[in-house]
C-alpha cells in the first residue's frame, strides 16, 4: 500500500489553510452583523466573532507553525512557493514578535476609547477622549518596540498596513504633494470668487430604487462579477472577501444626495475587482488577498475617480443617469454635473474632501501622529496643533473639535501609520493608470463608449492576479519601472482642476 506522505510544506499550507477559513467565518459574522443581524445579537456576536480571531491567532502563532516554517525554510521569493512563505513567515514574526499581554492590554484599551471617542464627537468634548488616547500611545509605543525598525518607531506600525514602506520615504512623497497641491487650491480659491454653488445639482430627490438599479448597470460595465459576489446595504460601506469566488460590496443611499451611493459602489467596486482578479490557486493562503492598503486603496481611487469622474465616462453615462433622475438632473446640462462632482474646495472634514485637498487631510495628520509617537506633542497640545494646521494647509478652522481633532475613529482604534496609505492610494491610482494607458491608448476612447474590459484586463494581468505575491514597493517597480512618484499624480491633479476652473 502506498503511504500518503505529507511534507511539511504541505502540513504548513493544510494550517495556513484552516487559519484562512477561520478568518473567513469571523469575516462572514462581521458582513453579517452589518447588514442583517437583528439588533438583538450584539453581544452574542461579539462573542462568536473574538472565539473565532482567538482561534485563527493562537493557531497562527502557535509553535507548530514556527516548527513547519523552519522546517521548510526559506526559498527564492520569485517563485509562487517563495512567496508564499515569505509573506506567512513575516505576518509569522509580527504576530509573534507581540507579547499576548500587550496585545491583550491593546484591545481592552482601544475596546474602551472607541465608545469614549463616539461620546466625545457627539458632545464636541476632547477632554472626554484624551484620557484614552493617553493610554493608546505608550502601548504603540511599546508594540513599535517589539516590532523593531530600523530608523523610526512609526516605521514598525506603517509596516502593518504598507509592507515595506517607511517614513521617510512617505516624508518626501507628501513634501512633494504639499508643494503642488497648495498652490493649487490657492488658485481654485482666489479664482473662485463668489460662484454659485457648484455641488447644487447633487442635492434633490433621488429615488433610492433607481439609485441602485443605476450603480448596479455601471459596476456590472465595469466588470464586476455577480457570480462571485453581491451588494447590500450598510451603514458604512466596505467590502469584503471570503476566497476570490465570494468578493462582497456594500453601499449606503440618501434620497436626497446623490454622491454617497453614486462614488460609494464605485469605489468599493474598485476593491472588489481586486479582490475578484486574484489568482484563484492563491486562495486560503497568505497570497490570497490584496498585497497591501495603499495598493488597494489605489484600486478604489482608480475606479472611482480616474473612470468615475472624468469626462469620457459622463459623456457615455450623463444621458442615462438623466433617464433615470429626469426631474432633478432634466435641466443640469452635463458641463454643471462634471463641474459638481469635481468641485475642489478646502473643508474641515477629510471624508468630505475633493480629490486635491484630501491629501492635504492626511499630510496632517501624519504629521500629528508622527509627533504624538514621539513624544514630541502632548495630547492636551493636540486640537490646537490640529487647528494650526488646518489653518496652515487648508486654510480653514474647525468650529469645534468634532469638526477638527475628534472626526475620525482611526486613533480610538489604535490605528498609528494607518492614514498614509490613502494618500499613498491615490498617487498610485494616476500611476498605475497613466501606465495601462500607455500599454492600450485606446483606453480613454472605450470609456467614453461604456467599454471598460482593456482597463480591466490590463489591471487583472498586471496588479489583481499577483495577490500578496509581491510587495507593495515591488508590484509597483515591476508594473510601472519605478517606486512610488508623485509626479504622474500632480500632474493629473493640475491638469484636471486647472480645465475646470480655467487656471493657466
Ligand atoms: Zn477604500
Redesign the pocket.
Known sequence: MKEKHETAYEKLKDRLATISDLSSANGLLFWDRQTYMPEGGVAGRAEQMATLSRLAHEMFVDDGTGGLLDAVGEQDPSSEEGAMLRRARREYERATKLPSDLVAEITRTTALAEPAWVRAREEADWSLFAGHLEKILPLKREAAEHLGYEDHPYDALLDGYEPGTKKAQLEKMFEELKEGIAPLVRAVSEWEGDEEDRAAPLYGDFDEAEQEEFGKAVISAFGYDWERGRQDRSVHPFCINFGPGDVRVTTRFEEGWLAPALFGTM??TG?ALYEQGINPDYARTPLGSGTSMGV??SQ?RLWENLVGRSRPFWSRYYPKLQEAFPEALGRVGSEAFYRAINVLEPSPIRVEADEATYNLHILLRFELEVALLEDALSVTELPNAWNAKMEEYLGVTPKNDAEGVLQDVHWSNGLFGYFPTYTI?NVLSVQFFDEAVKAHPEIPDQIKEGRFSTLHGWLRENIYRHGSRYYPDELVEKVTGRPLDPAPYLRYLKSKFGELYGLS
Do not use: K, M, Q
Open positions: 469605489h468599493e476593491h488597494h486603496e478604489s492610494g
